[in-house]
């Protein structure tokens, strides 16, 4: 079946350029979550989605990142006033609803994302 | 931080032998995943471990985990060239977020 797709897969923008970053989660999966990826910070949780709860935004690094999630499915990561430290992957996963002891997730191909 | 930590940050085998990567972690945990992941691009769950649970296997991977010392092992035996890739473990302490470690970036050679 298909699996989580992300687009743009490459980004190229420059400082100061607002961008939009899209995930199509697996079709049924109650959870989203947006990480970035960068050269020496590692994998960072940024934000999380469970159906109609309010949203985990604790891992976002600054005001200018925000994400929705309309009709409980696709999701959108807004980055506005791009720095280049926002230059990184940006990879999103989704996972099915909440059981016992843990689940794992699904992640997209990720889209870099490149500030100059 | 809450990052894991993963060692070695570099391995480098001859196809057929064994690789094994440790992580450690800071915190109580319901579960420990092991991903994989290619060219920099998206992660491919591998084995997920529940606090519950001391050892797992799937094919030719072999997870332990220890919570009394907070840290887990990846095995792989039986290395392929195909096998090269970077390898991630994850922790969640609840159902939100993974807490990742900082990845061993394993190379197989023919």
């Known amino acids: 079946g298909a699996g989580v797709s992300q687009s743009p897969s490459n980004k190229v923008t420059e400082k100061g350029k607002d961008v939009e970053l899209r995930c199509d989660p697996i079709?049924?999966?109650?959870?989203l979550y947006w990480y970035r990826q960068s050269l020496g910070q590692g994998l960072e949780f940024l934000i999380y989605?469970?159906?109609?709860?309010?949203?985990?935004k604790s891992g976002l690094p600054s005001d200018r990142f925000s994400a929705e999630r309309t009709g409980g499915s696709v999701s959108t990561l807004t980055i506005q006033r791009t720095q280049q430290e926002d230059s990184a992957v940006y990879l999103c996963?989704?996972?099915?609803?909440?059981?016992?002891?843990?689940?794992?997730?699904?992640f997209g191909p990720g889209t870099r994302l490149t500030v100059t | 931080s809450q990052q894991g930590e993963e060692d070695p940050q570099a391995l480098s085998i001859q196809e057929g032998e064994n690789a094994t990567m440790n992580c450690s972690y800071k915190?109580?945990?319901?579960?420990l995943q092991w991903y994989r992941q290619n060219s920099g691009r998206g992660l491919v769950h591998l084995i997920l471990?529940?606090?519950?649970?001391r050892e797992k296997h799937s094919g030719r991977l072999r997870v332990t985990l220890d919570t009394s010392k907070k840290s887990s092992s990846l095995l792989i035996t039986a290395s392929r060239a195909a096998d090269t890739a970077s390898y991630f473990c994850a922790y969640s302490g609840g159902y939100n977020k993974l807490i990742f470690g900082a990845g061993t970036r394993l190379a197989v050679h023919p």
């Open positions: 079709s049924g999966h109650t959870a």
């Open positions: 915190t109580s945990i319901n579960n």
């Open positions: 996963a989704s996972s099915p609803a909440k059981t016992s002891g843990g689940y794992e997730q699904y």
């Open positions: 471990i529940r606090s519950n649970e």
């Open positions: 989605f469970q159906g109609n709860s309010a949203p985990d």
